[in-house]
C-alpha cells in the first residue's frame, strides 16, 4: 500500500498535476481500515491479550512487592523510635544521677579525651 501511494504521488508530481484523490481515497477505502489496524498495533493503542494480562501480571507482583518492602520499612522506623526513645531515657537518667551526685558534693570524673 505505501509504496503504491509513493509511486502514484511521485507520477502525479511529475506530470505536473495534483494527485488522483479519486484513486487515493480508493486504495485508502480497500486497505483502511486492516492499515489502521495495524498502524495502531505498531504504535501500541491497540495490544494483544496476552500482553495486557503479562502486563497486568506484571503490574500486580509490583505492587505486592512494593507493600512488602514498605511494611519493612514501617516495622525499621518503629524499631529505631523505640531505641531512640530508650536511649532517651537513659541519657535522663544519667543526667539525673550526675546531678545528684553532684549535690552530694561528688564531682564526676571524666576520661581524659572526653569532653
Not at 505486592?64 to 535522663?92: C, G, I, P, Y
Request: glycine share 10%.
Amino acid at each position: 500500500m505505501v509504496p503504491e501511494l509513493i509511486r502514484a504521488l511521485a507520477v502525479a508530481q511529475e506530470a505536473g498535476g495534483g494527485p488522483d484523490i479519486g484513486k487515493l481515497l480508493g486504495q485508502f477505502a480497500q486497505y483502511g481500515v486492516v492499515g489502521l489496524i495495524v498502524v495502531l498495533l505498531i504504535i501500541g493503542v491497540i495490544v494483544p491479550k496476552y500482553v495486557m494480562s503479562n502486563l497486568l501480571t506484571d503490574k500486580d507482583a509490583w505492587r505486592d512487592a512494593f507493600e512488602k518492602e514498605r511494611e519493612a520499612h514501617q516495622l525499621t522506623r518503629q524499631q529505631l523510635a523505640a531505641a531512640q526513645a530508650s536511649a532517651d531515657v537513659a541519657n535522663e537518667q544519667g543526667q539525673a544521677m550526675v546531678r545528684l551526685l553532684e549535690e552530694f558534693g561528688h564531682r564526676p570524673q571524666t576520661a581524659p579525651g572526653s569532653a
